[in-house]
């Protein structure tokens, strides 16, 4: 589980879905003050984050190395974001009067705005198996004894 806190002390972290405090990692918590929007690719083993304050878009390793910049121009107030493919999809508070905008989520090339004019848009999913692999099924049977 990843999450995003930009509190006094602003990060990126994550935990074992079970909670356990063990497992608690602080990935980010350099040149990072307003992480709003995290998604993670399970394709390459990377998480990508938009940051409100720094204007801008990055991504990581799963264990918040090999950081990149991704996008610094143009991207005012960055709330949700997703990944499909080779494209990342954002919502911006403020750019164009909020807006839905795409681009190549490597180099931040090949950038569009898709809709414009929009109110505060508060987020954005992309739904399609690619995006979540399938897991392992476990099945537990219990045989219950016999009074």
Request: aromatic share 14%.
């Amino acid at each position: 589980m990843f999450w995003t806190d930009w509190g006094d002390s602003p990060r990126i972290e994550k935990c074992g879905m079970n909670g356990d405090p063990k497992t608690r990692e602080v990935l980010i918590s350099r040149n990072i003050l307003w992480p709003n929007a995290l998604t993670i690719d399970y394709t390459v083993d990377r998480i990508w984050w938009a940051d409100a304050k720094l204007h801008t878009i990055e991504s990581s390793d799963l264990d918040g190395r090999k950081r990149q910049l991704i996008l610094f121009e143009d991207v005012t107030h960055p709330f949700a974001l997703t990944l499909f493919q080779n494209y990342m999809y954002w919502t911006d508070w403020e750019h164009r009067g909020g807006s839905i905008n795409k681009a190549n989520k490597f180099n931040g090339q090949e950038r569009s705005v898709i809709q414009e004019n929009l109110y505060s848009p508060m987020d954005i999913h992309v739904y399609h198996q690619q995006r979540q692999p399938a897991g392992i099924k476990n099945y537990y049977f219990f045989r219950l004894p016999k009074h």
